[in-house]
């Protein structure tokens, strides 16, 4: 196989526009929910990653920002606080050892 030039990655959830509207109105409008309630919430709930900081970096700018929250984050957040994502999906080239290996640090505890 040939070599081929990485292509910059797309952060599907952290480039969200809908995704990051769809929380700020549930969070904040919705549930009247601050910084400190969620960041409460996920520690509670054993999840780490979830700060004031990086909280305030995403909600706080128009676009995805070095250092703002991560994507599993999102996940958590969405799926706690009740919001349904739909993840659109195209195919690479397959490598059995780097799906593997990727895959296990996504997902595995």
Excluded: C, H, W
Excluded at 42 to 53: P, Q, R, V, Y
């Amino acid at each position: 196989m040939s070599a081929q030039k990485q292509k910059k990655t797309v952060d599907i959830v952290l480039g969200s526009n809908p995704l990051k509207n769809m929380l700020k109105k549930r969070l904040f409008e919705e549930l009247g929910l601050s910084y400190s309630k969620i960041v409460t919430n996920a520690k509670e709930d054993g999840i780490k990653g979830i700060n004031k900081s990086n909280l305030s970096k995403y909600f706080g700018s128009d676009k995805s920002m070095s250092g703002s929250i991560s994507q599993k984050s999102l996940l958590y957040l969405s799926v706690r606080y009740g919001i349904i994502v739909r993840l659109s999906a195209s195919a690479i080239n397959y490598n059995e050892q780097d799906r593997q290996k990727i895959a296990r640090k996504m997902f595995a505890g």
